[in-house]
């Protein structure tokens, strides 16, 4: 509602410089993707972090030599999350744009159908959208690409920790500084920390594209 209130108090020199499509875009799909990542995926977010950290906890408590050789990873898990996030941003709204493109052509040749059929231009106006389109498809492929990348490294990075365990943890319970039943506790909340750290990583990519769509939507907000 605040975004239509502001889009409706703009000079009119604003709606001479912005497509109506792309108006249109940003107060429907920036805003969908906006509500979504607010009523769903801050909760799943919190909900994992808070059993991410509850099984940290209790993997410290039975064995905090095991706890340190797993925290090894957080370091590439942390430089992997910043570098894809901020690519995420950045394509994220270039997608948006270029879908936002696509409405205004298909709003302008809808509107003005009588004046596309006069001019036989419907080839036209078909090749136009079809462009915006592959634009869009383009740069969706792209960031698909990147959300392989980084949920494959995630995964790799969480089996590397876990070998890591199970081989240190293999030395301890030989030199009887842990027990079987130990390692086998440990492990197991070792693959549910995974579960969670897998989950976070698809709401993740989820946020990263509500704060491109946000950019476009403040965009408008920040407007004076």
């Not at 509850?54 to 942390?78: D, E, K, Q, Y």
């Not at 792209?142 to 199970?166: C, E, K, P, Q, W």
């Not at 030395?171 to 079987?180: A, F």
């Amino acid at each position: 509602a605040h975004t239509n209130t502001y889009t409706c108090t703009q000079e009119i020199g604003y709606f001479d410089e912005q497509r109506t499509g792309v108006i249109l875009n940003r107060l429907t799909d920036d805003c969908s993707t906006l509500q979504s990542t607010v009523t769903t995926n801050i909760s799943v977010a919190l909900r994992q972090v808070v059993q991410l950290t509850g099984s940290v906890c209790i993997i410290f408590a039975i064995s905090w030599r095991l706890t340190l050789v797993m925290l090894t990873v957080v370091p590439l898990l942390a430089i992997g999350a910043v570098r894809y996030g901020k690519f995420v941003k950045s394509i994220s709204k270039a997608m948006q744009d270029a879908l936002a493109e696509a409405t205004a052509v298909a709003e302008e040749t809808i509107s003005n159908m009588r004046t596309v059929r006069s001019f036989c231009a419907e080839d036209t106006c078909k090749e136009r959208y079809k462009e915006r389109l592959d634009d869009a498809f383009v740069l969706a492929k792209r960031r698909s690409y990147a959300y392989g990348s980084f949920a494959a490294g995630m995964f790799t990075i969480a089996n590397l920790a876990l070998a890591l365990v199970l081989y240190y943890g293999g030395t301890l319970v030989l030199s009887e500084q842990l027990s079987v039943g130990q390692l086998l506790s440990f492990t197991l909340y070792t693959v549910g920390i995974g579960a969670s750290l897998a989950m976070l990583t698809s709401v993740f990519n989820d946020l990263m594209k509500a704060v491109g769509a946000s950019q476009r939507v403040f965009e408008i907000l920040d407007r004076t």
